[in-house]
């Protein structure tokens, strides 16, 4: 039997997100999740497989009836043997009929164990899968608000759920229900009274255990939430390692751990202790009901009305079921912290999409490229607007600039634009039609994107640079990469285009990654193009070489380029100025630097002179 996970994650305070400039409330949280829908999230894996889950189930239930029934012939067997005489041939047609069933146990053992692990092997891919599939349909707020670590965490523990249920199912559940309920019915014909003590044992036990698990279960969520801290702040401090060596954290670091990973031992340390504090009383009770059968059975015995057999005969139901009893407690803790385990997942489940598709969506293969803000209000918290009542219109082919102070929603109006977020109200046109009448696929397929700190794959760098049109073949790639300036320095590595660039790209530099980012724009040659300061990582020499790829990227297509570096723009048809949230200004570089108090004259000679008038 495998081990039963031991963690549970589950927070009880409902999560926040944010969808434009309200604050919106997850429908759901963990403790709001029924049992009913974690089950129906669960048979969704199992559904697919649940011919090989009922041959397990059917096969460990005729194993168990089997189990139950031996017994009763090993005391037919001694009760032959306490009368004496010479019955040979009828003791060896019982040991020949229990050979016959143990044969007949190992084959079910084989094929329930076969099917069990192929079941929970298939299942567990299945869960992880839909999770995987809905987790990343969820909006880019849904990711800023929650640690990579723990949604991966959360995935890992679903998918681990199902095999402990599965297993508590197969090997503790269906046991306990057969032998007990098969004992007390066998027991009832040679003993009543003994019959009706195993039955009031067992009735007391499983009782006792259930509201001591269900009482248990606050400390078991306590605990969880703990480790749940203890995870975030692992991972978070793994992802900033950098930072935390460069601005001298590690004391600090290293202390706050200590602090978060102490409170998690406490907490873990109690739901320990209460445990085995539960397995000493019950094993005091063990004690108490095997010496109480067996002294009726004496009593029995002097009466004439037992034999040798029925004391093997309750011995054996006695410590079968104790065997089993003994295991209740940690069963429904398992079932417990399984539930708790799926019930974080399920709740991100059971959360609608922030950004979806309406029925009927349009997916036009090829926009012309004609953009339009209209009225757009936008913002993160409902006591701040980033945009206010913005409006825009982009010629298709037309090459505009966004300009402005850090955080006056330069890059908000491009996110919008992909729909990574929602306005607050207003709406976004492409050749007249509302990006929310367009699938987001076939929306994003029309846009190519250049952030400021693009992040890749740990896949090779062909990967990489094909990953917006997979279907490329190898020579547009490297003809991308040429265009790009990455071919100089991809040809300087052991491994080519198959250098591995590592986690998020880390194996090479920003501006290594930014030309990675421009090559696959490049292979992409998607009708519109948006350029998030694009060349920011350069250096001077890099950034002519880059420029020139961009003019002829640009040459075809619609552009928005966000940039501070106001060097890099100065080619464009028109410089809108953004400020406050709306727009402030707009016009050619020229026409723009001629305005005596402009805000973009302002930013320009800060630039070039180093200084503002």
Same mark, same amino acid.
Request: overall charge positive; hydrophobic content about 45%; some cysteine.
């Given at each position: 039997?495998?081990?039963?996970?031991?963690?549970?994650?589950?927070?009880?305070?409902?999560?926040?997100?944010?969808?434009?400039?309200?604050?919106?409330?997850?429908?759901?949280?963990?403790?709001?999740?029924?049992?009913?829908?974690?089950?129906?999230?669960?048979?969704?894996?199992?559904?697919?497989?649940?011919?090989?889950?009922?041959?397990? =189930?059917?096969?460990?239930? $005729?194993?168990? #009836? &089997?189990?139950?029934?031996?017994?009763?012939?090993? +005391?037919?067997? /001694? *009760? %032959?043997?306490?009368?004496?005489?010479?019955?040979?041939?009828?003791?060896?047609?019982?040991?020949?009929?229990?050979?016959?069933?143990?044969?007949?146990?190992?084959?079910?053992?084989?094929?329930?164990?076969?099917?069990?692990?192929?079941?929970?092997?298939?299942?567990?891919?299945?869960?992880?899968?839909?999770?995987?599939?809905?987790?990343?349909?969820?909006?880019?707020?849904?990711?800023?608000?929650?640690?990579?670590?723990?949604?991966?965490?959360?995935?890992?523990?679903?998918?681990?759920?199902?095999?402990?249920?599965?297993?508590?199912?197969?090997?503790?559940?269906?046991?306990?229900?057969?032998?007990?309920?098969?004992?007390?019915?066998?027991?009832?014909?040679?003993?009543?009274?003994?019959?009706?003590? =195993?039955?009031?044992?067992? $009735?007391?036990? #499983? &009782?006792?255990?259930?509201?001591?698990?269900?009482? +248990?279960?606050? /400390? *078991? %969520?306590?605990?969880?939430?703990?480790?749940?801290?203890?995870?975030?702040?692992?991972?978070?401090?793994?992802?900033?390692?950098?930072?935390?060596?460069?601005?001298?954290?590690?004391?600090?670091?290293?202390?706050?751990?200590?602090?978060?990973?102490?409170?998690?031992?406490?907490?873990?340390?109690?739901?320990?202790?209460?445990?085995?504090?539960?397995?000493?009383?019950?094993?005091?009770?063990?004690?108490?009901?095997?010496?109480?059968?067996?002294?009726?059975?004496?009593?029995?015995?002097?009466?004439?009305?037992?034999?040798?057999?029925?004391?093997?005969?309750?011995?054996?139901?006695?410590?079968?079921?104790?065997?089993?009893?003994?295991?209740?407690?940690?069963?429904?803790?398992?079932?417990?912290?399984?539930?708790?385990?799926?019930?974080?997942?399920?709740? &991100?489940?059971?959360?609608?999409?922030?950004?979806?598709?309406?029925?009927?969506?349009?997916?036009?293969?090829?926009?012309?490229?004609?953009?339009?803000?209209?009225?757009?209000?936008?913002?993160?918290?409902?006591?701040?607007?980033?945009?206010?009542?913005?409006?825009?219109?982009?010629?298709?082919?037309?090459?505009?600039?966004?300009?402005?102070?850090?955080?006056?929603?330069?890059?908000?109006?491009?996110?919008?634009?992909?729909?990574?977020?929602?306005?607050?109200?207003?709406?976004?046109?492409?050749?007249?039609?509302?990006?929310?009448?367009?699938?987001?696929?076939?929306?994003?397929?029309?846009?190519?994107?250049?952030?400021?700190?693009?992040?890749?794959?740990?896949?090779?760098?062909?990967?990489?640079?094909?990953?917006?049109?997979?279907?490329?073949?190898?020579?547009?790639?490297?003809?991308?990469?040429?265009?790009?300036?990455?071919?100089?320095?991809?040809?300087?590595?052991?491994?080519?285009?198959?250098?591995?660039?590592?986690?998020?790209?880390?194996?090479?530099?920003?501006?290594?990654?930014?030309?990675?980012?421009?090559?696959?724009?490049?292979?992409?040659?998607?009708?519109?193009?948006?350029?998030?300061?694009?060349?920011?990582?350069?250096?001077?020499?890099?950034?002519?070489?880059?420029?020139?790829?961009?003019?002829?990227?640009?040459?075809?297509?619609?552009?928005?380029?966000?940039?501070?570096?106001?060097?890099?723009?100065?080619?464009?048809?028109?410089?809108?100025?953004?400020?406050?949230?709306?727009?402030?200004?707009?016009?050619?570089?020229?026409?723009?630097?001629?305005?005596?108090?402009?805000?973009?004259?302002?930013?320009?000679?800060?630039?070039?002179?180093?200084?503002?008038?």
């Amino acid at each position: 039997m495998r081990n039963f996970p031991f963690g549970v994650n589950v927070k009880s305070s409902p999560k926040k997100i944010i969808n434009g400039g309200n604050l919106l409330k997850m429908e759901t949280s963990p403790a709001q999740i029924s049992n009913k829908a974690v089950f129906k999230e669960i048979w969704k894996g199992v559904a697919p497989h649940k011919r090989l889950f009922w041959v397990c =189930i059917i096969a460990y239930a $005729i194993f168990d #009836l &089997i189990n139950l029934i031996v017994p009763v012939f090993y +005391k037919n067997f /001694f *009760d %032959i043997l306490g009368m004496g005489g010479n019955e040979a041939t009828s003791l060896i047609k019982i040991i020949v009929i229990i050979a016959g069933l143990h044969f007949i146990n190992w084959i079910l053992q084989a094929i329930g164990s076969l099917y069990l692990n192929s079941c929970e092997a298939k299942v567990m891919a299945k869960l992880k899968q839909n999770s995987f599939n809905y987790l990343m349909l969820h909006s880019r707020n849904f990711f800023v608000n929650n640690f990579a670590g723990a949604l991966v965490q959360r995935i890992n523990r679903f998918s681990r759920s199902f095999e402990t249920l599965f297993d508590i199912l197969t090997f503790n559940l269906i046991p306990i229900i057969i032998n007990i309920v098969g004992a007390i019915i066998i027991t009832a014909f040679i003993a009543p009274l003994i019959s009706i003590i =195993i039955a009031i044992w067992t $009735i007391m036990v #499983l &009782i006792a255990n259930f509201f001591f698990s269900r009482w +248990k279960i606050k /400390f *078991d %969520i306590a605990a969880a939430e703990a480790d749940s801290k203890t995870t975030g702040l692992l991972s978070d401090n793994i992802i900033n390692h950098l930072s935390i060596k460069l601005l001298n954290g590690y004391k600090r670091e290293t202390k706050n751990f200590k602090n978060t990973a102490n409170n998690q031992a406490e907490k873990t340390l109690f739901t320990w202790q209460l445990s085995t504090w539960s397995y000493i009383i019950q094993h005091f009770l063990i004690y108490a009901v095997e010496f109480a059968a067996f002294y009726y059975t004496i009593q029995l015995w002097q009466n004439g009305q037992a034999a040798i057999g029925t004391f093997v005969l309750i011995q054996t139901y006695i410590i079968g079921i104790s065997h089993h009893l003994w295991g209740v407690s940690r069963m429904f803790r398992g079932i417990y912290q399984a539930m708790a385990d799926s019930k974080e997942m399920v709740e &991100i489940l059971a959360s609608p999409h922030e950004i979806r598709d309406i029925a009927g969506a349009q997916s036009p293969e090829r926009v012309k490229g004609k953009i339009e803000f209209k009225d757009i209000v936008f913002g993160f918290e409902g006591d701040r607007e980033i945009l206010q009542n913005l409006n825009l219109t982009i010629k298709a082919g037309e090459k505009v600039a966004i300009v402005g102070p850090s955080g006056t929603g330069k890059t908000t109006l491009t996110n919008l634009l992909l729909r990574l977020f929602d306005p607050v109200s207003g709406r976004i046109l492409i050749d007249g039609l509302d990006i929310k009448n367009i699938s987001q696929e076939s929306l994003r397929a029309n846009i190519s994107l250049v952030p400021q700190d693009p992040t890749l794959f740990h896949r090779t760098i062909m990967e990489n640079i094909r990953y917006g049109r997979p279907d490329a073949p190898d020579d547009e790639v490297v003809r991308a990469a040429k265009l790009a300036h990455c071919h100089e320095f991809v040809q300087r590595m052991p491994a080519g285009y198959e250098t591995l660039v590592g986690e998020r790209g880390v194996k090479l530099s920003g501006g290594e990654r930014q030309r990675v980012a421009i090559a696959r724009a490049i292979l992409k040659d998607a009708p519109i193009l948006v350029l998030d300061e694009a060349t920011s990582s350069l250096d001077s020499e890099s950034e002519k070489l880059i420029q020139d790829a961009l003019d002829a990227l640009m040459k075809d297509c619609t552009t928005i380029a966000i940039a501070h570096r106001l060097s890099t723009i100065r080619k464009m048809d028109r410089v809108v100025v953004i400020d406050g949230g709306a727009i402030a200004e707009e016009g050619t570089h020229q026409s723009l630097i001629r305005k005596p108090r402009g805000l973009y004259k302002k930013l320009w000679r800060l630039q070039s002179s180093g200084f503002i008038e």
